[in-house]
């Protein structure tokens, strides 16, 4: 019994000796300018997140972005310089900052397109890869000269899809190919339906061919 009560009293001596030597390390730190602060979070109210409700389903997140696109108007565009690579034996690949008016006269807008000039893609005027099955070949050259100086100066595109024909783009345009031509261009008709003599222009080919672009 006697043994215990030694015991506890030590162990209350050793916890006063820590507590004592902690304080004086304590005042250690204040005396040399570093300033430790010890929190309990425990003890501390947490700050309460507000939670922020997230569209749970695909519709309700259309939805969303919907409403945003009225606040806040159309995506916006990276300026970008307007390019066409005139692929061998292949699309337009156009980059820039287009706008595109559909046949039907709707609007759509983008920084890049890939655009049908076989006139087989079943999703003219969108390129589908159907110039693999119809064995689409041009090298993609380029035979007409600049009629514009180039600039690495953004500016707009807008790219007209013609019923039946061709597409027109109005602002300058830069055409290249892989072959290292190029041309300059403020505006022009590019050939969709895969039979001009002068690709990637349009030269009237399509009215001969009685190209259809409908579906
Ligand atoms: S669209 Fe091909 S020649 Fe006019």
């Known amino acids: 019994m006697e043994d215990n009560s030694k015991a506890a009293a030590k162990t209350v001596r050793n916890a006063e000796q820590e507590s004592t030597a902690a304080g004086t390390d304590s005042n250690k730190s204040e005396a040399s300018g570093t300033f430790v602060a010890y929190m309990d979070d425990s003890a501390q109210p947490q700050p309460v997140r507000k939670q922020e409700k997230l569209p749970t389903s695909a519709k309700a997140l259309d939805r969303w972005f919907a409403e945003r696109q009225k606040q806040h108007g159309p995506r916006r565009l990276l300026e970008i310089p307007n390019e066409a690579l005139i692929a061998s034996a292949g699309p337009i690949n156009l ?73 027109t783009f109005r602002g300058r345009l830069r055409l290249h190919n892989n072959l290292g031509q190029e041309c300059v261009k403020q505006r022009g008709s590019l050939c969709r339906c895969g039979q001009s003599a002068n690709k990637p222009f349009c030269d009237g080919s399509h009215e001969k061919t009685g190209f259809r672009s409908g579906r």
């Open 95 to 167: 980059t820039g900052n287009i706008t595109l008016v559909n046949e039907d006269g709707s609007l759509s807008y983008a920084n890049h397109l890939s655009l049908c000039r076989c006139g087989a893609s079943k999703n003219k005027p969108i390129c589908d890869q159907q110039h693999l099955e119809v064995e689409f070949l041009h090298s993609g050259r380029i035979q007409e000269a600049s009629d514009a100086q180039h600039t690495e100066r953004p500016s707009k595109l807008t790219i007209s899809v013609i019923k039946n024909g061709p597409i």
